[in-house]
């Protein structure tokens, strides 16, 4: 069975860093790409970035967090990184990560397949 847990969570100042984890297990990771959404209350889940597993490990980002998000994976452990820097409030939200078969949309939540349960990030003083 296809899981998703995300780690890494927790209170931040603003301009801080924070380097949330999502560990994968019970399917083909090269089939897949791993994606990392947030959720603020009241406000729709929005991607920030994604990664192919295989291959050239492409990456995508949202526009709102490129330069200061990045996205990595470690094949050994079948994780998959989201490094945040110079984070701001606007960034508290509940942060996931989620799966998707390889091709088609990164950036629409719509197809993403598998969730994990989601990790807190406040940034606050």
């Known amino acids: 069975q296809l899981q998703l847990v995300e780690s890494g969570g927790g209170l931040v100042q603003p301009g801080g860093s924070l380097r949330l984890s999502c560990a994968t297990s019970?399917?083909?990771?090269?089939?897949?790409?791993i994606g990392w959404f947030r959720q603020a209350p009241g406000k729709e889940r929005e991607f920030l970035a994604a990664?192919?597993?295989?291959?050239?490990?492409?990456?995508y980002y949202a526009d709102s967090v490129k330069g200061r998000f990045t996205i990595s994976k470690d094949n050994a452990k079948n994780t998959v990184s989201l490094q945040m820097n110079s984070l701001k409030p606007e960034d508290t939200a509940v942060y996931y990560c989620?799966?998707?078969?390889?091709?088609?949309?990164?950036?629409?939540?719509?197809?993403?397949?598998?969730w994990g349960q989601g990790t807190q990030v406040t940034v606050a003083s």
């Open positions: 019970g399917f083909t990771a090269d089939a897949y790409a």
């Open positions: 989620a799966a998707k078969y390889y091709g088609g949309n990164y950036y629409n939540k719509v197809g993403y397949e598998y």
């Open positions: 990664i192919v597993w295989s291959g050239g490990s492409s990456t």
